[in-house]
């Protein structure tokens, strides 16, 4: 999706419709410092306010995703070129946050192990023992905090796949949260078959061909 073309087509459908930035930031409960970053390209509305953009603006979603005012004879075909582009927007968007779940583990780690280090440091120099808890518990807790975070991320980022019947989905965050694992390859029921399999982490919702 060109978000700049899609920025100026906002800015032109709001302008037919004879309102401010302002005024449509107000319709929709926004600053309109948000419908700004629109119009100029710098960011996309929210998927949960864009039907009431549109609804404002008078065009579809897809008119809004393409950028442009559809005929009959261009519709399916834009319709499809943007859903193919959102997919491949999720699947990217997915890929950053498996990133991040990497960066976060390895950096909440290293910040647990060094509490605990200094912590040792102030025991060896005989300091109360408290010092060393308190330390300790500020890792754990960091620690703790970061990996539910981790966990929700490996969770909501791409899909399992049963490795019975190949059905890929979302799981709850229970039963990713007490599955056993290996790395991102967990134990767990599949919703569709109802067989209990590992099942790896993968990106796209569709499986690929043979």
């Not at 807790?141 to 975070?149: P, S, T």
Request: net charge positive; glycine share 6%; charged share 25%.
């Amino acid at each position: 999706m060109d978000q700049i073309q899609i920025g100026k087509f906002i800015a032109e459908k709001r302008k037919e419709q004879g309102i401010t930035q302002m005024q449509l930031a107000e319709k929709m409960g926004i600053t309109d410092r948000a419908v700004s970053k629109w119009e100029t390209g710098r960011s996309l509305p929210d998927a949960s306010i864009m039907l009431d953009l549109c609804n404002i603006l008078k065009i579809t979603v897809n008119e809004l995703l393409c950028g442009e005012e559809l005929s009959m004879e261009s519709y399916n075909e834009k319709a499809e070129q943007a859903l193919v582009e959102m997919v491949k927007q999720k699947e990217e968007a997915d890929r950053r946050l498996l990133k991040m779940e990497i960066v976060i583990g390895v950096l909440s780690t290293v910040f647990l192990f060094a509490m605990l280090a200094i912590g040792i440091v102030f025991m060896v120099m005989e300091k109360p023992m408290w010092i060393f808890w308190l330390l300790f518990g500020i890792g754990m807790v960091q620690f703790i905090v970061a990996m539910a975070f981790a966990l929700k991320i490996e969770q909501v980022a791409g899909y399992y796949e049963c490795a019975e019947c190949g059905h890929r989905y979302i799981p709850k965050y229970s039963s990713v949260n007490f599955a056993m694992h290996m790395g991102r390859t967990r134990y767990m029921k599949c919703p569709k078959c109802g067989k209990w399999s590992w099942q790896k982490k993968v990106i796209g919702k569709e499986q690929p061909k043979n």
